[in-house]
């Protein structure tokens, strides 16, 4: 399993590299909510987003042999940008798997980094299938997105920050994909808060981790047509949800119309742009789906990277009001 002890070692890799990214506070959003609410804004990460830590630390940890060869990394855009700039920042190669559908502005920033992009389709394709394949035949290091411990442990270093700038919270929420961050933030929160609420956040479209959480095992299911591109994900990761079952109170479902007012919450009231996943835990909060909040409640800004013309789109007329 996952220890503090190994998110600690990844602070100290990723040290220099990685930004130590602010604490967002809003009385505006305090009083909305009825609590005192600390974002760690992680919209003003290296690449836009939190996995840029988790990236550093994994590739950082990679022999001279494994640079010299190159990394593989399948992703729709975030954990694509981190692997790209990570791998540059070590002198290595990249090639990266991403869906026809990823957000434009992601595909380009990962070629800017220097990577060759390798498009697939998701609703029909097995990417952890095809990433096993292109890095067996290229001889490529695999990086996964969230089911790898050094990603995980450098993915648990926004908590770590967080709760060393705040002190103690009654809860977090953290937004969930495939479920790194919230493994890495949980295995932290609760080490250093025992009795801390741990609460993921995911798209009503794919609810995997409450089913699988309900059920006491991984569930999959299609995979969900959702805003966030960045939790569009059909099952929980292996090693994350081993870590998740066992540290996070509950998961909590959030609308795509949900995630748009907070987007919209965020620009207008706060001053920052965070893309659709990155909106989710807030628009969790902000919509009432965790009840009984404690006083003092952390929320992971999980990323920003969201073009211009998308942003319009996603918040143009029509928007629902916040």
Excluded: W
């Excluded at 220097?114 to 299938?129: H, K």
């Excluded at 929160?189 to 609420?197: D, K, M, N």
């Excluded at 807030?282 to 409640?297: D, H, I, N, T, Y």
């Amino acid at each position: 399993m996952l220890s503090i002890e190994d998110v600690r070692a990844a602070a100290k890799r990723i040290e220099g590299a990685a930004h130590r990214t602010p604490v967002l506070t809003s009385r505006t959003l305090d009083e909305r909510v009825g609590a005192q609410v600390f974002l760690k804004a992680e919209n003003f990460q290296r690449v836009g987003a939190f996995k840029f830590r988790g990236a550093f630390n994994a590739i950082s940890r990679l022999t001279d042999e494994q640079k010299a060869r190159g990394v593989a990394a399948f992703s729709s855009g975030n954990h694509a940008q981190a692997v790209a700039l990570a791998a540059a920042l070590a002198g290595t190669s990249t090639v990266i798997l991403m869906p026809t559908d990823a957000p434009p502005t992601k595909v380009a920033a990962t070629r800017e980094y220097g990577a060759e992009v390798v498009t697939y389709d998701r609703y029909t394709e097995d990417r952890d299938a095809l990433a096993t394949k292109l890095s067996a035949d290229r001889g490529l290091t695999l990086i996964p997105p969230y089911d790898h411990y050094d990603v995980m442990a450098g993915q648990g270093t926004v908590a770590l920050e967080l709760i060393e700038e705040v002190g103690p919270l009654g809860a977090l929420l953290v937004p969930v994909g495939g479920g790194g961050l919230l493994a890495g933030c949980a295995t932290v929160a609760t080490a250093l808060v025992p009795g801390i609420r741990m609460i993921g956040v995911e798209p009503a479209a794919g609810d995997d981790h409450a089913r699988s959480l309900a059920a006491g095992h991984r569930v999959a299911i299609e995979v969900p047509r959702t805003i966030a591109d960045g939790q569009a994900v059909a099952t929980p990761g292996e090693l994350t949800f081993a870590v998740n079952q066992s540290l996070v109170e509950a998961f909590a479902l959030v609308s795509d119309d949900e995630i748009r007012a907070a987007m919209a919450f965020a620009f207008e009231r706060l001053k920052i742009v965070v893309e659709p996943s990155g909106a989710s835990a807030l628009a969790a909060l902000l919509s009432g789906r965790v009840p009984g909040l404690p006083e003092r409640v952390g929320v992971v800004l999980s990323g920003g990277n969201v073009g211009l013309q998308r942003f319009h789109d996603l918040l143009g007329p029509g928007r629902p009001e916040h």
